[in-house]
């Protein structure tokens, strides 16, 4: 259970952040709020990681926040970034804390444990914050939803309600037909107490489950959060764009006319996940890296703690340009670490 003093905090902190609890998130910390810090315009003054430095960095911290699409392989899943589990192994040799912190909602933190492995390296389940986890502890301690969660996602967000008590419907393939008729749109089934509309990565995502998601939230009762919404859409190859949680969350918001509240990064709620399971962190010896400046570098700003953008995934140099976006650190692969 989260205490009465997290939740407060959270209460807060959402209270700040959203213009209601149906209303507009805005991702972002308020100006002069606690943790933000000045930021510059351009790419400048951000110091590249390397070799000739990484002795004072990693003097610096004690904890590693690591982003785990783009940063410890590819963002396709399938492509291997070099060396990642010999810069997981030097990097707990010599005593730090590693956190794993991802915005992709596709997995429970049970399957994280799977993957790692398959990647060549293991990680408690404690120090893994997948959005599908913090979605599920967000309705069940916060919202402290009692009734039935529709999913618009997948199997481990399935998993991750059903570890946390909470009745859940939706996710996998819709079990009605396809149709544009309104008569048979009509005939589809309708479950009574449904308490929140839960969105995040959905390949089986179509036109029955925005049908559905919209009548669901046509009550304003009904609670509407997604796991991640500034990840829209990543190049896959020549000429080829996959679309990704946020276009999704889009199709549903837009003729919603609602926001949802949103648990995954750049928002902070991960933060007071993760505190509920490690109390005793130091942001101020923290570090976070990961290769989404809208995400990664955005919510290490929000939460006061450095950054490294790395440039294997989504995040490119020429991109920092906004007054919201910069990271201390640009780094060229994660596996520099490899190298202590
Ligand atoms: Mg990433």
């Known amino acids: 259970m989260l205490s009465r003093l ?76 070099p060396n990642v589990p010999e810069a997981i192994y030097k ?29 060549g390296f293991e990680a408690n389940e404690s120090d893994i914050f997948g959005v599908a986890n913090a979605a599920a502890v967000y309705l069940r301690h916060i919202a402290k ?8 996602g997948g199997q481990g967000m399935k998993q991750e309600l059903d570890k946390y008590r909470l009745e859940s419907f939706g996710a996998g393939p819709d079990p009605d037909q396809a149709s544009w008729d309104p008569k048979q749109l009509l005939q589809m089934e309708f479950r009574d107490n449904v308490q929140a509309v839960l969105v995040g990565f959905d390949e089986h995502f179509h036109y029955n489950k925005i049908f559905k998601a919209l009548s669901y939230l046509r009550d ?80 290490a700003n929000n939460i006061g703690v450095d950054s490294v953008l790395v440039l294997t995934g989504s995040g490119a140099l020429d991109k920092i340009d906004g007054p919201d976006v910069k990271p201390t650190y640009v780094m060229d692969s994660f596996e520099l670490f490899s190298k202590i």
């Not at 209270?15 to 609890?21: D, I």
């Not at 990097?91 to 790692?116: A, D, P, Q």
């Not at 939803?145 to 618009?152: L, T």
Request: aromatic residues 8%.
């Open 6 to 81: 997290t939740i407060g905090r959270i209460c807060w902190e959402l209270a700040a952040q959203c213009k209601s609890w149906t209303g507009l998130v805005a991702y972002n910390r308020p100006a002069g709020a606690r943790h933000s810090r000045p930021f510059t315009t351009d790419a400048s003054n951000v110091r590249h990681l390397t070799q000739n430095n990484l002795d004072h960095f990693l003097q610096s911290y004690d904890t590693f926040m690591l982003d785990c699409d783009g940063t410890l392989y590819g963002t396709d899943h399938v492509t291997e970034i």
């Open 91 to 119: 990097l707990r040799t010599i005593g730090k804390h590693l956190l794993f912190v991802t915005n992709n909602s596709m997995h429970s933190n049970e399957r994280y444990v799977n993957k790692f492995k398959e990647v």
């Open 145 to 152: 939803v009692e009734g039935k969660v529709y999913v618009v």
């Open 220 to 299: 304003p009762k009904c609670l509407y959060v997604a796991t991640n919404v500034v990840e829209t859409a990543v190049k896959i190859g020549s000429g080829r764009v996959q679309p990704t949680t946020g276009a999704l969350i889009q199709a549903i918001s837009v003729p919603a006319k609602r926001e949802p509240l949103v648990v995954g990064k750049p928002g902070t709620l991960l933060l007071d996940c993760i505190r509920h399971k490690h109390p005793d962190i130091d942001l101020s010896r923290t570090v976070f890296i990961g290769d989404g400046l809208r995400s990664d570098i955005a919510f």
